[in-house]
Every structure is written in C-alpha cells, then in structure tokens.
C-alpha cells in the first residue's frame, strides 16, 4: 500500500521520512532525525511538540519547528479525513 493510500497515523517510519523529504525544503536533515528517532505515524501524531521538535529531533529554528507543527495539523485534518472517505468510516 502507498503512503498516501494509508491512514498516515500507520505510517512507518519511512513513510514519514518521505513525507518530511517532499514537504519541507528543509526536509533532508528533518528525515534524517525522524529515521535516527523511529518517528512513526502515530509517533508525529501523538509525540511531536515543538519541545520533541527541539531536543530530541534537534530541529533549533522556530520558523521550522512551526512549520512542522502546522503541517502535522494539516495532515491530522486532511489525511484523517481523506482516509475516512475512501477507506473506512471511524478515523
């Protein structure tokens, strides 16, 4: 199954480090943080704060750290929904 056919909370790790990749002009060394920390799907969307985002994922700009945090809202809302309507009713 593609990423972007999956709920992205079950999204692998590589999954994740893809979205990072293609989403962020910064997204390399995003990726590269997300893969060394096992940032899953459920990990961005249960864990990440702008504090994880700081310290554990060394993210040090705050225009990036909220970008990041905006972007995972967006998912939240879009890829949540998205699933809903093609895949199943309870998301």
């Given at each position: 199954?593609?990423r972007?056919?999956k709920?992205?909370?079950?999204w692998?790790?590589?999954?994740?480090?893809?979205?990072?990749?293609?989403?962020?002009?910064?997204?390399?060394?995003l990726?590269?943080?997300?893969?060394?920390?096992?940032v899953?799907g459920?990990?961005?969307?249960?864990?990440?704060?702008?504090?994880?985002?700081?310290?554990?994922?060394?993210?040090?700009?705050?225009?990036?750290?909220?970008?990041?945090?905006?972007?995972?809202?967006?998912?939240r809302?879009?890829?949540?929904?998205?699933?809903?309507?093609?895949?199943?009713?309870?998301?």
């Amino acid at each position: 199954m593609e990423r972007e056919d999956k709920d992205p909370e079950l999204w692998t790790v590589e999954d994740v480090k893809q979205w990072a990749e293609s989403t962020f002009p910064f997204g390399i060394a995003l990726a590269k943080a997300i893969v060394e920390n096992d940032v899953d799907g459920r990990i961005l969307f249960s864990h990440i704060t702008e504090e994880t985002l700081k310290s554990d994922l060394n993210i040090r700009s705050l225009g990036q750290r909220v970008q990041i945090l905006e972007r995972i809202s967006e998912l939240r809302r879009t890829g949540c929904m998205t699933y809903i309507y093609y895949f199943r009713a309870d998301c």
